[in-house]
């Protein structure tokens, strides 16, 4: 069997199954759509407020101009924030934001992007800017040796992932390179809201389990609704959404588009099994204290 390494991700749905016997919602949103300022107003939107629970993680993508995983509605909004002017730097913002709410920030980014900007200066400036982990589709374990060095010497988890298509020996190869948690894909192809999830992602989920039992794994692509994540949730750790959340945005008028976005992570939030956050009386949260809402732009 192999030992797996929770991290601070992994500990962090570890105490939400022990605590509040749930597992996770994990909202993913690119930095720099719909423009710089306001993709820092929907991070917010994802993670809730006092009386809407959010997502517990959140997932910031950085634009990139040639994705492997991403689907239609994904590369969208990158395409946009692409043309917004958006750069690889403008993560840290993000992820000063997403801490600032009192919420886990990770980091979804294609590995020449990390190699553009440093590899140690990027786990640095990550790292500094109150990130936690960093999920890298297109690096496999056996070609990550100057990541495993830099997220060691930073304290950032390192999320690899599955397929349903991988193999025993890539599954061991990933589960001793990751920290935190692993990436669990429910499809093979790319993201994007499906109507129903995927029957191969339970198998890969027990495939990886009879590996590391105590392997924390999150699944996505695919998961579209409440009621989704709630099944994904049944045998995960986490359920993972990107594309649902940035479509609604598409789907509705500008001016409703944050206020949309913030009604959707609050269901699939409760399909979790997650609680609005209460604070004391006369002590209003992180979050409640955001800056006033702005519509899409």
Do not use: K
Request: glycine share 10%; aromatic share 6%.
């Amino acid at each position: 069997m192999i030992a797996f390494d929770p991290g601070r991700t992994g500990t962090l749905m570890r105490r939400l199954a022990a605590e509040q016997d749930r597992s996770a919602f994990v909202g993913y949103w690119p930095v720099g759509f719909p423009d710089l300022s306001a993709s820092l107003e929907y991070l917010r939107a994802l993670c809730g407020q006092r009386d809407e629970p959010g997502a517990d993680l959140v997932e910031i993508g950085i634009p990139y101009s040639d994705p492997m995983i991403d689907g239609s509605t994904v590369q969208r909004a990158t395409t946009q924030a692409l043309a917004n002017g958006v750069r690889t730097r403008d993560v840290f913002a993000a992820a000063e934001t997403v801490a600032a709410a009192g919420r886990a920030p990770v980091v979804m980014t294609y590995w020449n992007l990390i190699e553009q900007y440093g590899v140690d200066a990027f786990a640095r400036d990550l790292a500094a800017a109150g990130g936690q982990g960093v999920i890298t589709p297109d690096l496999t374990p056996d070609e990550a040796a100057p990541w495993l060095e830099a997220s060691e010497a930073h304290g950032l988890d390192r999320i690899f992932l599955l397929a349903p298509s991988s193999t025993p020996e890539r599954i061991a190869a990933t589960l001793r390179a990751c920290r935190g948690w692993v990436y669990a894909t429910a499809v093979m192809g790319v993201t994007g809201a499906r109507a129903q999830v995927s029957q191969a992602a339970p198998l890969l989920v027990q495939r990886i389990r009879e590996s590391a039992p105590d392997a924390l794994v999150g699944v996505g692509l695919g998961v579209s609704t409440g009621e989704q994540a709630a099944a994904v949730v049944e045998y995960a750790d986490a359920a993972i959404v990107g594309s649902a959340l940035i479509q609604r945005a598409f789907d509705v008028d500008v001016a409703d588009g944050l206020s949309a976005v913030r009604e959707l992570a609050s269901e699939f939030a409760r399909g979790v099994g997650c609680r609005p956050r209460t604070s004391p009386p006369g002590v209003a949260s992180t979050a409640a204290t955001a800056a006033p809402e702005r519509g899409n732009r």
